[in-house]
């Protein structure tokens, strides 16, 4: 049955911590805000969403328990990866076929494609809703960087994806290049960064500007950064990285940063909350994305610092295309140019 209210619902599916999908937390926003629909976010829970989400009455959120297998050799990890993805479909089915209201569309984040795409699918013909997909990366060019491409599993799970994928209603793109291969070949937490490459580059540059100044290993380290707190000029500026996320190798990079002993570079880890992130971004003077989708379609944010600060001409370009279009390129407007006519066409007189 629709809601009381009389207003469309919608149900945005995410088979992971929805505190860290911040596309799928503004998608629901957006929803709500300016579609003026109710919103269900199926979703594991950990992290907190951002606060706008918790505090609006038209958004509701239905936390699922993460599954977590222990006690399984490795000689099983197939059946171990099986018996994850039977325990997901299960909950999945229950939440969004017994538990949530009825929906009139079903938005799901990819990857995970397995088993979510089947769940939702499934969910939708039962309910007799629509479903959009919203294509954040491949799931199975994520599974083939621990098995490599040609590897069954694999080819498996791609046939999963592409098979299911077809069967949406209709799909959001997180970059053009994705819209363009999906259009033209398939008819329709990555692992952490690797962070040696920023650990070794910050050494060598510590290591470089105390050799240049012909600075001894017995210097005070302490006394360079009181020197700094002071307002002492230095022709090599001091560093200070933040580091944001809380993967699983973020412990192991804490403990290599300790042994390193820089004096010139210094290191922060942090996870934030959603409304402090932009706060942090707006601080920095430059930004390392050290990120690279396992689809090669990325968004174009890598490399772009050559000859900073006077000749760094690609970033001049980019940030003058970004103040140029900031008035008119906000999430809310591009939302409601690009994939509010979608639900609308998507949905139409469909209901429960």
């Known amino acids: 049955m629709m809601a009381e209210t009389g207003r469309k619902r919608a149900a945005v599916v995410v088979l992971g911590d929805i505190g860290r999908s ?3 937390q503004y998608h629901s926003l957006s929803l709500a805000n300016q579609a003026g629909m109710e919103v269900d976010i199926v979703a594991n829970g950990g992290s907190d969403p951002h606060l706008l989400l918790r505090e609006n009455p038209s958004i509701h959120i239905h936390e699922m328990k993460s599954v977590q297998l222990t006690g399984i050799s490795k000689i099983s990890g197939a059946l171990a990866l099986l018996l994850k993805a039977s325990i997901q479909l ?3 089915i229950w939440y969004l076929c017994f538990k949530i209201p009825c929906p009139d569309v079903f938005i799901v984040q990819n990857p995970p494609s397995v088993p979510t795409l089947a769940a939702v699918k499934l969910a939708s013909w039962i309910r007799g809703a629509k479903f959009i997909v919203d294509w954040h990366n491949f799931g199975y060019t994520l ?3 621990s098995h490599g491409r040609s590897h069954i599993i694999v080819k498996i799970y791609f046939w999963f994806e592409k098979h299911f994928g077809r069967m949406a209603d209709g799909a959001f793109c997180v970059t053009k290049a994705m819209r363009h291969e999906l259009d033209q070949n398939w008819g329709i937490k990555t692992p952490d ?4 490459i920023l650990l070794e580059a ?3 540059y ?3 500007v105390a050799a240049t100044l012909g600075e001894e290993d017995s210097m005070d380290e302490r006394q360079l950064w009181i020197d700094m707190k002071n307002g002492k000029q230095f022709v090599y500026p001091r560093l200070l990285f933040i580091i944001t996320g809380k993967g699983p190798d973020k412990k192991k990079y804490e403990e290599q940063i300790k ?3 820089l004096r010139r570079v210094a290191f922060r ?3 934030l909350a959603s409304e402090d992130y932009p706060l942090l971004l707006g601080s920095a003077d430059l930004g390392v994305s050290l990120h690279t989708s396992s689809s090669g379609l990325d968004l174009p944010m890598k490399m772009l610092f050559k000859g900073f600060p006077e000749e760094c001409n690609d970033l001049k370009s980019l940030k003058a295309g970004a103040l140029n279009t900031g008035s008119s390129s906000k999430w809310s407007t591009e939302w409601e140019r690009c994939a509010l006519p979608l639900v609308n066409q998507v949905i139409g007189r469909n209901a429960c």
Do not use: H, N, V
């Open 22 to 24: 911040p596309r799928m």
């Open 269 to 271: 880890t942090m996870w």
């Open 202 to 204: 910050a050494l060598m």
């Open 193 to 196: 960064e690797d962070f040696s």
């Open 143 to 145: 599974l083939g960087l």
């Open 90 to 92: 299960t909950m999945l």
């Open 206 to 208: 510590d290591r470089r």
């Open 259 to 261: 042994r390193l002993k």
